[in-house]
């Protein structure tokens, strides 16, 4: 019996038995999931066996988490690649993939790309405001084509599932590349990691990348809302989380219009950034026009 991560189609299925990464993964509990034995998906961890020429999927393991668009289970972490212009930083898409990865209870890394292109005083104040997200999120700020910053990054692949996200343009395959010089990934290996191969209707597949694996993600690009509750949006805004137990309703305190909030207070003494409230009121009514119309 072997045991391995399901990297692509089932007839994929590979395993590099003397690598560290693997070690761990043998040594994971294991338990039987009955309902999800059917179809794994990539990044599932299998039990499997090999006689006369051929893979039998014997086992798929309990996953951790797992995501739809794109299909990939067991993810340790997202990187988020948001470019500091060109396209422009959107705070309100930060903060919805923040909601989105929270409610999937997936770890974000936060990577501002193309540095160089602002001015000092642009970056300044763009560090000014994503300090408020410091003591919840790892951030790191590189210009990938000079290889400026993507030190802090070593590492951080190293036995992990990863995930990259961002727009379009934001500078994920140049991340990519500067980050691994030394792999020389044709531009086409990156662009298929990154989910962009000629074959649009393609399954996502397991690449290793710094000892460990990112995964392609086609359309992870733009997502949304997975979830209709609207009442639930404050639960992913770990700053405010932070503070609901002061106001006057408690973990019930929806922030909006109730008296006595702490996360009002704060906001006003500038101690939550304001953008992140914004985006928040946003999403509400998002939420809301949506329950509305089904
Ligand atoms: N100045 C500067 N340009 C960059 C940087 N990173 C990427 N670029 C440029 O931005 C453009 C888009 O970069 P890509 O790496 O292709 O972006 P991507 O996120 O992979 O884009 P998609 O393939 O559309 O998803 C390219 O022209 C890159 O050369 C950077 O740090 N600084
Ligand atoms: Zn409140």
Redesign the pocket.
Known sequence: MYEGYAKGKFRKVRVDKDSSFNKNITKSTKKDVKDIVLSPKVGDIIHYSFESDQYMITEVLERKNELIRPDVANIDQVLL?F?AM?PDFSFNLLDKFLVILKHHELTPVIVV?????MTDENLKSLKEDLKFYEPFYDIHY?????R?GIDTLDGIFEDKITI?A?????????????LRPELELKTQE??DA?G?GKHTTRHSELYEFGGGYICDTPGF?KVDFEFHDYTTLKDYFVDFAKYSDQCKFGHSCLHINEPNCMVKEKIKSKEILQSRYDSYLNFVEILKNRKEKY
Do not use: C, E, Y
């Open positions: 690649v470019s060109r790309s193309k540095v160089d292109l590189v210009n990938s084509k000079a400026i990259l961002g727009q379009t343009g934001a500078g994920k395959s140049t991340l990519l590349n500067a990156i662009s990154l962009r690009s």
